[in-house]
């Protein structure tokens, strides 16, 4: 219970850089993050396996946590 209570926030990430060029596993991480195309936005829950698949393509995201107000 006390571990579900820390992932309880949102994550904001947006596709700021090309996916042209990088490996072939990156471009399937984008993909199942939900993003497919430059400047697409998506909300995913802040769990640990999110945080890792945002942490292998940093250099390709941006990433906010979202408000309490956000959707």
């Known amino acids: 219970m006390g571990a579900s209570a820390k992932s309880t ?11 042209i060029g990088t490996p072939r596993a990156h471009r399937t991480i984008l993909l ?6 430059i ?11 999110v945080k890792g698949l945002v ?3 940093s250099y390709l995201l941006d990433v906010r ?4 107000g956000a959707k």
């Not at 199942?32 to 195309?37: E, S, T, V």
């Not at 400047?39 to 396996?49: I, K």
Request: glycine letters at 12%; hydrophobic letters at 30%.
């Open 9 to 19: 926030g949102k994550l904001t990430i947006t596709l700021v850089r090309s996916p």
């Open 32 to 37: 199942g993050l939900g993003l497919r195309r």
């Open 39 to 49: 400047r697409h936005t998506v909300v995913r829950p802040n769990t640990p396996q």
């Open 65 to 68: 946590e979202a408000g309490k």
């Open 55 to 57: 942490h292998k393509l």
